[in-house]
Structure formats: C-alpha cells, structure tokens
C-alpha cells in the first residue's frame, strides 16, 4: 500500500484516546466516522503499528494513512475559505454567498472547515463548528469553535449579546438616515439598529442606500424582515421584497463586515472585519470598509 498522509503528533499535556485525537488531521479524512473507517480497513498506523481507536497519543508518533487498494481516495470536499483569524479556541473565517453553513448537503462550511483550519492541541479539541448562522445568500464573518469548551463559552457571548456583529446592505428606495427598528420576527421581539453610509441615484430604484445595520437580537432573516417592514428591501431579496423592486442574477446584497468581543479565554480584544464584495463597491465606489485584524 501506499502512504497517502503522514501526521506527527504534537506533544499533549495530558494523553488522550486516537478516537478523540485523530479527527481533523488529515485532510483526505475530516470526520470521526471517517476515521473508524479507515482503522477498520486497516489503513491507519501509529509508529508502524496497526491503529486502534483505543491507542493513546501523548505527542512525537508518527501517524500515518495509507491509501486503499480498492480506492484509491476518499470523497473530501475542497473548499478553500479565507480564515481572517486563528488560536487554538476558535477561528473567524470568510463565507462566500451561495454556501450553506451547515445541513445535509456534502458542500456546506461545516464539511470544509477541517481542511482550512489547525487541529487545535487543546485537550478537549472537537470537529471545528459554526457558532452562529448566515443566511445562503449572505456573505461575510463566521465565528467557528475549536474545543468543546469554546463553543460553550461562545454561545454564551451571543446568548448575552456580548459579540458585537456589524452588517452592510444595499437598501431600495429613499430611508431616514438612520434609525432604529423594533418589529417582531416569528412572534418574537427583535431590534435592529441602522444607519445610512452613502447614497446613490438609480434609474430603476429611485435611490440605492449603503446601509450598516447593527442587530440586537439574531432572529431568523432578521435584517431581511427588519427592512422590508420599513419600506427599503435588500437589493436582490427574492424572498422579501416589493413588486417591480427585484434584481436578477447578482445575488442578496447583504454582507457579514465585521465581528467584535473578548476572547474567552486569553480576554484578548478580537476586532475583525472584511471588506465589502465587488458587487458593493461597483455601486458604492468611495466606501471602502478597513480590514481589521486583532489587538
């Protein structure tokens, strides 16, 4: 057979099990599942010995995967995402529109993040996961957890609202300035705050608004709901939207710009944003939103 990957174990703290240890760090194999497979077909080995998912791994053996004389791959997903930030807790990566986060499709987020991110060598490292949703067609910053412990800790900053997130639409139509929207979404109280960044003439629309929205509560389609209710859709809704006022073809016209809060666990200050797509600035050419790393 022939060696497909080899992985050398980082030095641990404490050992743990090639079960918990071996999900994520190779690329061809990116679930638990996958793994499984693979020992029970016989393809993994750890120091040259045939792997069990009982070995214990404490850091320096050499792990390594062959490839199957009935297959000669594994179906993996290729998915190059942007990550913007990383530690060994969580990442913040870039979402391009037309992806689902999550759900029963082989091409989601979820299925590409093992392939885009370091295996975290906490104790307790998982599948890396999405923390929050974006809507399929929105672009933008997605908060991913490393560790168990991470995603708890970071359900809790959005449970609290101590994650600040910021939005940028094109809003149809003429609008205030700014202002704030307090409308029920699913029967449930919601609250969005906005405020216009630059305006535009449009033959067909009257006006074309840049529009940073500013959410307190993460309602389903919240900011979809929000402006519609006040007269400004998104250009390129087709799901909420007023007659004669659709856009064909270029996509929603709703980017995730930036995420701000305390890190969990280093109380670091994580302020990361990504500029607006090309669809944006075509319209919107003086506005240009400033890439921010952390500090």
Do not use: C
């Not at 708890?152 to 003429?174: S, V």
């Not at 959410?215 to 709901?225: E, F, V």
């Not at 390129?236 to 710009?257: P, S």
């Amino acid at each position: 057979m022939n060696t497909i990957e080899t992985h050398i174990a980082k030095k641990l703290e404490t050992p743990i099990r090639f079960q918990k240890y071996g999900v994520g760090i190779f690329k061809t194999i990116p679930t638990k599942s996958g793994i499984k497979k693979a020992i029970k077909k016989e393809l993994i080995f750890i120091d040259g010995i045939l792997a069990t998912t009982s070995k214990y791994i404490s850091g320096g053996e050499r792990i390594e995967l062959f490839e199957s004389e009935k297959s000669s791959t594994f179906e993996r997903l290729k998915l190059d995402l942007q990550v913007l930030f990383e530690d060994d807790y969580l990442a913040i990566i870039y979402k391009p529109a037309g992806i689902l986060v999550s759900g029963n499709k082989f091409v989601t987020i979820a299925n590409g993040l093992t392939q885009n991110l370091k295996k975290s060598n906490q104790i307790d490292a998982v599948k890396p996961q999405p923390i929050h949703r974006l809507d399929y067609p929105t672009s933008g910053l997605l908060l991913i957890g490393k560790t168990s412990s991470s995603i708890l800790q970071l359900g809790d900053l959005f449970k609290n609202k101590e994650i600040q997130k910021t939005y940028f639409a094109t809003a149809i139509g003429k609008i205030q300035t700014q202002g704030e929207i307090i409308f029920s979404v699913d029967e449930k109280e919601a609250f969005t705050k906005f405020e216009v960044l630059q305006t535009e003439k449009s033959e067909r629309f009257e006006f074309l608004n840049l529009v940073k929205l500013s959410p307190k509560t993460g309602r389903k389609h919240q900011l979809r709901k929000h402006l519609l209710a006040i007269g400004n859709p998104i250009l390129g809704d087709k799901m909420y939207f007023l007659e004669d006022k659709i856009l064909n073809g270029k996509g929603l016209y709703l980017h995730a710009g930036s995420l701000e809060f305390s890190h969990p666990f280093t109380k670091e200050k994580i302020k990361v944003s990504k500029e607006l797509p090309k669809k944006f600035t075509k319209i919107f050419n003086d506005f240009k939103l400033i890439n921010i790393t952390h500090g």
